[in-house]
């Protein structure tokens, strides 16, 4: 069984910055693809960013130029970093880790509120 441990999350005024992580734990196979989905009330849960295990990156539209994602393969870990943050980014993020099983699991997410 694998946990993933989802930290970071928070209330932040607009402009503001947080980090999010999510290290995975136990039985570790081979992680593939590593990210982070985030979901407002009364919306669907959407990509944010993903890191392919070669280091590739995609951002979804809206956080291009303020998100950076990361991983530490030794530590299973992924991280988010969240740069002149606004009230739309306000949501559940949620951690994402798919093997080279296919198996996929999710963190418990977190909370980020932006506003002023």
């Known amino acids: 069984q694998v946990q993933l441990v989802e930290s970071g999350g928070g209330f932040v005024q607009p402009g503001g910055s947080l980090r999010l992580t999510c290290a995975a734990s136990?039985?570790?196979?081979?992680?593939?693809?590593m990210g982070w989905y985030r979901q407002a009330p009364g919306k669907q849960r959407d990509l944010v960013a993903i890191i392919f295990r070669g280091g590739r990156t995609e951002y979804a539209d809206s956080v291009k130029g303020r998100f950076t994602i990361s991983r530490d393969n030794a530590k299973n870990t992924v991280y988010l970093q969240m740069n002149n943050l606004k009230p739309e980014d306000t949501a559940v993020y949620y951690c994402?880790?798919?093997?080279?099983?296919?198996?996929?699991?999710w963190g418990q997410g977190t909370q980020v509120t932006v506003s002023s």
């Open positions: 136990g039985s570790i196979g081979t992680i593939n693809d």
């Open positions: 994402n880790v798919k093997f080279v099983t296919g198996v996929v699991y």
